[in-house]
Nanobody
Framework: QVQLVESGGGLVQPGGSLRLSCAAS????????MGWYRQAPGKERDQVAV??????DYAESVKGRFTIGRDNAKNTVYLQMNSLKPEDTAVYYC?????????WGQGTRVTVSS
């Protein structure tokens, strides 16, 4: 079991950057799958970036702009978001899969607007 707490969201202008953090309540060393999803208003929750056993998968829409990272010593997963676009506006959720059980954070809102 794990609790996940996201932070780092906010309002940013198009072309700007944000770094989201996901703090876990326990060591993430043994958590094989962790990542980020997002849900825009009126849309379904979609995968953004997932780290699984050393493999990283990005949504096509964020490739080259977003980078996921893990700091096992700090029990934290990051999402560095560059060159943000208005279509990146969404609530971003941290995700963990522990032996098939899915865990979600409460979400952090990102708004990209001028």
């Amino acid at each position: 079991q794990v609790q996940l707490v996201e932070s780092g969201g906010g309002l940013v202008q198009p072309g700007g950057s944000l770094r989201l953090s996901c703090a876990a309540s326990r060591s993430i060393c043994s958590i094989n799958v962790m990542g980020w999803y997002r849900q825009a208003p009126g849309k379904e929750r979609d995968q953004v970036a997932v780290s699984s056993g050393g493999r990283i998968d990005y949504a096509e829409s964020v490739k080259g702009r977003f980078t996921i990272g893990r700091d096992n010593a700090k029990n934290t997963v990051y999402l560095q978001m560059n060159s943000l676009k208005p279509e990146d506006t969404a609530v971003y959720y941290c995700y963990a899969d522990i032996y098939g059980r899915h865990y979600w954070g409460q979400g952090t809102r990102v708004t990209v607007s001028s």
